[in-house]
């Protein structure tokens, strides 16, 4: 039948049950345990394959985990884009945003995107690293070659697992980096051994690409010590069930998980429900603009306003760097 037809009854009948017991989505999937909510990831700059600029990596995100709330953290978050596009008009730059809501100025390098990151999180009042902090989506697989290669065309240089490897531990050693997505390829899996060996006790490793969501490619990643973070879509296993089982099993073998969206979306806010309901700590829904964005943002903050004082949030203690 397809995924996308069996998602749309799998979801449409979990909604229907939660309203036919009067109860909230996320209360009905998760029970009275229910009660956290994620850590937003803000996908606020693009590049890689979501932009036409001089970025290899294809998403640069604000991660305002130094928050005690939810809808502390999503305005920390939000003030830091407003004095992002702030520093991009004073440069002269492009402000218009992308699919995800994010921008896509032609910055040069990726650390000129890191650079202008550390400077909006000062603009808008908030220390890197103790408020604030950066999370990556390389995308590796779109620029992987055969033979464990990577190709940085605008860049202009190829290095190997190894070379990408150090790469990123001197990008974290210079920014307060808590997450990176997809850093190899999804058949590189010799290279994540490598990278989850020397990042992954300091740094949350993220498998998308390499994982699928799929609960057999999960189960071999954790019996080979691969990354130690799932991305979650629930488009692509295809049924509700099944994605619990997946944010379960990664759960059991102590892996953290991330609920998300796709590139290409509506205003349904159904996986802000699902974040809360499983407890997963953090959320990748895109920027704070463009309205199927800010829609899951939007019932998160509805969310956290009814569960009132028993609402919690992870905040910093998340990320085992910065974790106090």
Not at 116 to 139: C, T
Not at 272 to 289: F, M, P, R, Y
Not at 296 to 324: H, V, W
Request: a negative charge; proline letters at 3%; aromatic letters at 8%.
């Amino acid at each position: 039948l397809g995924a996308n037809a069996i998602l749309a009854v799998s979801l449409a009948v979990a909604r229907a049950a939660a309203d036919d017991v009067g109860l909230p989505l996320y209360a009905y999937l998760g029970g009275p345990g229910a009660r956290l909510l994620p850590v937003p990831l803000l996908n606020v700059l693009n590049g890689g394959a979501h932009a036409d600029n001089g970025l290899d990596i294809q998403e640069f995100m604000l991660v305002p985990a130094g928050a005690d709330r939810f809808s502390t953290a999503l305005r920390m978050g939000a003030e830091c884009f407003h004095a992002l596009k702030d520093l991009l008009k004073s440069r002269k730059l492009s402000t218009g945003v992308g699919d995800e809501g994010g921008f896509a100025p032609e910055l040069g390098s990726n650390t000129a995107a890191l650079d202008l990151f550390m400077q909006a999180i000062e603009r808008a009042g908030y220390r890197p690293g103790e408020d604030v902090f950066i999370a990556l989506d390389v995308a590796a697989s779109e620029f992987a070659e055969s033979g464990g290669r990577y190709r940085l065309e605008r860049e202009q240089t190829v290095r190997s697992s190894e070379e990408m490897v150090a790469f990123y531990e001197d990008l974290c050693a210079r920014y307060p980096i808590v997450s990176i997505e997809d850093g190899l390829g999804e058949d590189d899996w010799g290279g994540w051994g490598v990278l989850t060996r020397r990042l992954g006790a300091r740094i949350q490793l993220v498998g998308d690409d390499l994982f699928v969501t799929n609960p057999a490619i999960i189960q071999q990643g954790i019996k080979n010590g691969i990354a130690n973070a799932v991305l979650v879509k629930v488009n692509q296993v295809g049924t509700l069930t099944e994605t619990m089982e997946a944010i379960e099993l990664a759960k059991r073998a102590g892996y953290g998980t991330v609920i998300s969206h796709r590139s290409g979306e509506t205003e349904d806010v159904f996986v802000a429900d699902l974040a809360v309901a499983v407890n997963a700590g953090q959320i990748k829904t895109g920027s704070v603009a463009r309205g199927e964005r800010t829609a899951k943002y939007n019932q998160l903050l509805r969310i956290e306003e009814e569960l009132g004082d028993a609402a919690s949030f992870p905040g910093r203690g998340l990320y085992t760097r910065f974790a106090r």
